[in-house]
């Protein structure tokens, strides 16, 4: 039960905390200075909910572990986001859109854990919540605008979906992890946030004028383990300053 | 005067959490931003329960800090838990607090179905801190920290955060 726990805490915890660093990554390469705060800005909320779950998961691990070590200290594999946020960010379109996908998922993910069984994890999740909301508001605003632009903003946008579109059903495919926790009541049902995430998808991908009906699904395994070469680059500059100088403190 | 401090004798020790602030907006204590939910004084302990405003704020491990050096200055010993549950609201900054914002050149939060009107639908209803029109506009969702989005006023033309409401 406390190794399913753990484990699930890292499901939740390492999309938001390698989304959050994909994000970090624009710090200063924003397309404009409001965008470059925004993301910045919600780069920060990830990584604040990423501490929630970490220093979580290191009190059910015990002995000396610590939130630093169980963020900065795995190998790749150890690892379980989702392939979807450690794509790169290719230019302004990959980002909005791979935000939009996270968003149109995590919300509905967060309003399931609210009423998880677990006190830590729904007190995560009422916090998280409010940030979240925020999130998809500014994220499905940005898929209005680029599919609703210029042409090029246009095809930019519909190329990047056409790409991540297809790593989206994951988040849905249950682990073992993920059913056992579903079944005692601590972890969402995936299948219901399905319906709200299609719902906001259908609502959404049509305002932007963007095509997505026809994108077929990609095989992806991220929750298991199984990465895209990409997470190795983020881990190496993720890791560096622990690896470099290990147990180095702020 | 805040009641959280009611029932503590040492008038010292209330004057030093008093001057505790919000480092990002050093016109707000902690209490006028409603983040101390609890504090008992058991002989030399000290023991505060604080909530988050965001939870990536950076403001949080300051303020908790902040609190801890001043509460040991005084020969106590701190004990500070944070506790994320009731997640914290706007609605838990004091209307003294919301003045203070306002006169720092933040506009105070508005209630949750006229904030969703001024982000998302661009109604002019936030008050200019400056001349207090209420023609302003947003320039951006998201302002120079997580908890604020950023306006600019159309009257005398000068940009001001607005503190959006979480709830």
């Known amino acids: 039960m406390n190794d399913n726990l753990y484990r699930y805490l890292l499901i939740l915890g390492d999309n938001s905390m390698i989304l959050g660093q994909r994000l970090s990554e624009l710090c200063g390469h924003g397309p404009n200075l409001e965008t470059d705060i925004a993301l910045t800005n919600i780069s920060l909320d990830l990584f604040g909910q990423v501490r929630s779950y970490m220093q979580y998961a290191a009190k059910i691990k015990g002995g000396e572990t610590t939130e630093d070590s169980v963020a900065y200290l795995r190998s790749e594999r150890d690892y379980y986001n989702t392939i979807l946020v450690e794509q790169e960010n290719t230019d302004f379109a990959y980002v909005i859109a791979r935000q939009f996908f996270f968003d149109a998922f995590h919300k509905p993910l967060l309003e399931q854990l609210m009423n998880s069984k677990d006190e830590t994890i729904s007190a995560i999740a009422a916090k998280s919540i409010k940030e979240s909301k925020y999130h998809l508001r500014f994220s499905s605003e940005w898929m209005r605008r680029l599919g609703d632009g210029t042409e090029e903003s246009h095809s930019r946008l519909q190329n990047a979906v056409n790409d991540l579109y297809a790593y989206c059903m994951e988040f849905f495919q249950e682990t073992e992890v993920e059913k056992n926790m579903k079944e005692n009541g601590i972890g969402a049902d995936l299948e219901l946030v399905k319906v709200s995430f299609l719902k906001t998808i259908n609502e959404v991908l049509p305002q932007a004028g963007i095509e997505y009906k026809d994108i077929k699904f990609r095989y992806a395994n991220g929750k298991q383990g199984m990465h895209s070469e990409k997470l190795g680059y983020i881990l190496s500059d993720f890791q560096y300053i622990q690896r470099a100088y290990p147990n180095m403190t702020w | ?167």
Do not use: H
């Open chain 2, 1 to 167: 005067m805040v009641e959280l401090l009611e029932n503590i004798s040492d008038e010292k020790l209330k004057e030093e959490l008093l001057k505790i602030s919000d480092p990002e907006i050093p016109v707000l204590s902690v209490f006028d931003l409603g983040v101390i939910r609890k504090i008992d004084v058991i002989d030399k302990d000290v023991n505060i329960e604080l909530t988050p405003t965001y939870s990536g704020c950076p403001a949080m491990d300051t303020i908790s800090m902040d609190l801890k050096i001043a509460i040991e200055s005084l020969g106590y010993k701190a004990n500070i838990n944070l506790v994320l549950s009731p997640a914290w609201s706007t609605d838990w900054i004091s209307e003294e607090g919301r003045q203070k914002l306002e006169a720092y050149g933040i506009a105070p939060p508005l209630e949750e179905s006229l904030d969703a009107k001024a982000l998302i639908e661009g109604e002019r209803i936030v008050k200019c801190t400056n001349c207090q029109s209420t023609n302003t506009i947003m320039v951006s969702q998201f302002g120079s920290t997580a908890c604020k989005a950023l306006f600019k006023c159309e009257d005398c033309l000068e940009p001001f955060d607005y503190f959006k409401c979480l709830k």
